[in-house]
């Protein structure tokens, strides 16, 4: 290595160049700097090389830094208690697709509790751990449905990373404004601007803000502009009225009713009747009672109906479409909408006093009774009237609850959504019972979570009443799921019982036993692992 | 959760798993469904029953007495250690959802982990004892050395042919001869004994192969092996340290002789590189009191995580004795006092200008060294047109990423935790970037590992 020290003395800054080069065409081609041709040479080069390669690795100096981003916005709520931090890098880490596939076992499928665990934590008010916030962002990115909550959680700084990384790009159009923030209460200066120039989406956002601090407010800024606005923009404004609608509405309601798009007065009518106490509702009542009475001529009092002549300009101004689609009769489709807008109210007085369960207990002539008390079905929900949803809804128990009747499963949800969550869960519990769980998917979907003891003890008793019967639990496991997701786990332990693998009765499916076992097995193991992901998540006792 | 004062997390079990798949597994299992009869011990025994397709449970017992060197049993017909039903029951052990009570262990659980202690008791003797009768027939010994050597040596030899036939004909030739030369020639080297050369020779091989700029880097690597041949012939005329650095860069092994250091240990970073046939784990250590930082290798064959697994964040009470070599940070770990706790000390960072002087220092001992151990003080990660790189908080100099650090997940965890604050990072630094390892926020908080 004697040579070495020459090649060092003779560097120049071109001299690494030079020997790139020449190590490229090759020594019998060209002659490295300081050396003889012939056999040596190569030698000389790689020494040269060597000495270069150092020197150029010891010489290294750092580069010129590059614009550094803008610092994250700070979040303000307090971090996760450790124990919930592990859980929640555990929740992330079981992605979908990580699995095996096949048969789930025993073992809990952790991405499903990941939507419960993020409604704690936020319910809670935490601030996610930003070492996590790439694993948040890629499930959130993989599960739309899972995206507001995780955004929600993953906070200002995920929308900072978001910037950073176009895989995350969705979080920007997920967040209106792109995390852009309503202007305060008092900025009447940048509402108004936000209101003139923003984009529609930044539009909507700020009057559902708006509208949720101060309803008069909202409907002032949607008012100034009104008539300028795009027909379809004017059905989405509109429509942001829906929630927290309010009497004081009504004006700017009824001046909707002669807006030139069809579209724009339907839901203007639609809002209306949804307001008992308006003068929509009212001329809705004079019509739809005109079309049906009590005949009391009978020995059994029965309804009777006259459905509407024709469609009127009136009808039509109040929002009551006059062509019927295709394969209904004129005529009962204007009663299902005069029905179906008449303020619930005015049946009571109307039909003889009676109540609403009397009402809809009485025979209607005709063949009747399918349209009116699907009309009297859509008011209950658009009224929320919970008094007619109830006597809609009949017993539990009626047989016609569980099949064809005039009310149907889907409706029969959708008026469960009007009754305060325990009588929801007592009727869906008693539904149950009678007519077991094949029909109760759609009904148990309404159910307030957790779900409350009664309906709980009603679903676990139905899935051991069908393991007795010896059909697969695969059978049920959409009602499964909903039980790993739904069910209180403190009712774990009643469950217990059910883990060990009967005897096959004769008529059994084969092997259905061992299946079962599995399944309430992995749904303990839900329940116990809900339990603990709550407890972490509540705020420190001691 | 806390056993014999330690805490294990998720992660710290996950990275026992040898391979993806047992992770996957074993993360399935780590909850309370199929277990039954599970208990921990003061000793730090973890055991229980877990329910498979068949009719008898396995039983399953994990001894954690040494924090380090976790042993695994299970009676699945699994041949990985450790298995999915191991790293299950230590998951739901880690979990802490009182699913693993503490309790006195069962016979069948008892008895292997006694039995397995008492092993490990006698093992140590014997090895001491073997010690001894190797320095007792050093005739024998300097025999099979000197044999050695002269394989080496003409190893080196037909290298240093290969490399000037190479250079002669020109490195533009090297792209169409392709990788079959190199294949052939790494395997002459370890006919020659010589894992080092041979590794360096393989690697090589796919340099062609790496885009613009590739007979730079070919014509580095070529003047780096050149330079160990060199070294290794004339290894005599050598500074004791340089010598011992060659002999351990050609792959000769050598004891670790260092004297023992006993300090604190913090566990910095632990991530394994595998190249088919062997599994290389790597876990930098910091003495919270020496301010030293120290390297641990251990090896597992395809498909066998190597037995070493450290806690990641946690600090090991222990003794280190370093691996022959200048400027060399491999120890090897000795005997350890405690089992992993955790610690509020965290290495003392640098500037950027600082890391990359001390890795030229580094390469005055040891001119192969790729890459430096170090901890950057106060630093912000900042894109930089398609790559990332470090950016010193109060200076105006940076350090660029790593092409391998830029397309890992772990550069988004550390991009997360500044979110364009400074941070305090620790990583490999050399001449092709800087490599994040782990990361700590400028406030208080513990290790973020990035690898």
Known sequence: MSRTTTAVDASLPATWEELVTTALLGTDRRTPAGSAPGPDAPSALLDAAAVETVRRRAGLRPARSAERPRPAPDDSRPPLPPAAARRLAMLLADRPGASGGGRRGTAPDLMELLPQWLAAANARGFAAPPAELPALLDAARGRTDLRPAALRFAGPRALWLARLNPDWRFALRSTPGGGASVPGPHDTEGIRRLWQEGLFAERVALLTAVRSRDPAAGRDLLAATWATERAEDRLMFLDSLRAGLRPDDEPFLEGALADRSRNVRATAAELLSALPGSALAGRMAVRAGACVAVDRTRDVPEIVVEAPHECDAGMERDGVLAKAPAGRGERSWWLGQLVEAAPLGSWSRRLGGRTPQQIVALPVADDWQGELHAAWCRAAVRQRDAAWSRALLGEPSAPEAGGPGAVSLAERAKLLGTLDAAERAEWVAGFIETHGLSEAFQLLGVCATPWAAPLGRAVVDALNIARDAGSYPWSFSGVMGLAERCLDPSEAGRLDALLAIPDEPENASPGAGGYWSEAFQRLVTTLRLRAAMLRELAPATS | ?451
């Open chain 2, 1 to 451: 959760m806390t056993q014999q004062g330690v805490c294990w997390t998720a992660d710290q079990v996950l990275a026992l798993a040898p391979d993806s798949a047992s992770r996957t597994a074993g993360r399935r299992l780590g909850t309370a469904g199929p277990w039954s009869e599970t208990g921990s011990s003061v000793e730090g025994t973890v055991w229980g029953l877990c329910k498979g397709s068949g009719t008898t449970a396995y039983r399953t017992v994990v001894d954690l007495a040494d924090a380090s060197a976790p042993a695994f049993r299970c009676s699945c017909p699994s041949r990985k250690a450790p298995c999915k039903h191991a790293l299950g029951l230590l998951l739901l052990w880690s979990a802490g959802d009182r699913a693993v009570p503490r309790g006195e262990a069962p016979e069948w659980a008892e008895q292997w982990s006694a039995e397995r202690r008492t092993r490990t008791e006698r093992r140590r003797g014997p090895d001491d004892a073997g010690a001894r009768r190797g320095a007792a027939d050093p005739e024998a010994a300097r025999r099979r050395a000197e044999r050695r050597a002269e394989r080496v040596t003409a190893g080196a030899a037909e290298l240093e042919q290969r490399l000037t036939d190479l250079l002669r004909g020109g490195l533009a030739s090297a792209e169409r001869s392709g990788h079959g030369l190199w294949e052939e020639t790494a395997a002459r080297m370890v006919d020659a004994q010589a894992p080092g050369l041979a590794s360096r020779v393989r690697e090589l091989g796919a340099l062609p192969g790496t885009g613009p700029g590739w007979p730079v880097r070919l014509l580095e690597e070529c003047a780096l092996l050149h330079l160990l041949g060199r070294g290794w012939l004339r290894r005599e005329l050598l500074p004791e340290g340089l010598a011992a650095t060659v002999r351990s860069r050609v792959g000769l092994p050598a004891p670790a002789d260092g004297p023992p250091v006993r300090d604190r240990w913090l566990v910095l970073a632990q991530y394994d590189t595998t190249d088919g046939r062997l599994t290389t784990r790597r876990v930098w250590l910091y003495g919270t009191d020496s301010g030293r930082t120290a390297l641990l290798l251990s090896y597992g064959a395809a498909g066998r995580a190597p037995e070493l697994a450290l806690p990641v964040g946690l600090a090991l009470d222990a003794e280190l004795s370093g691996y022959p070599g200048a400027g060399q940070p491999r120890v090897a770990l000795g005997e350890r006092f405690a089992a992993p706790a955790p610690t509020p000390v965290r290495p003392a960072g640098t500037t950027t200008a600082r890391a990359l002087a001390g890795y030229g220092e580094a390469l005055r001992d040891d001119p192969w060294l790729d890459s430096v151990p170090v901890t950057l003080g106060r630093v912000i990660p900042a894109p930089d047109g398609d790559g990332w790189q470090l950016a010193d908080a109060d200076q105006d100099t940076a350090l660029p990423l790593t092409p391998a650090a830029r397309s890992r997940p772990g550069l988004w965890r550390l991009v997360a935790l500044s979110g364009g604050a400074p941070v305090r990072v620790f990583g490999e630094c050399g001449h092709q970037g800087f490599t994040p390892l782990a990361a700590w926020p400028e406030g208080p908080g513990e290790a973020v590992p990035l690898c």
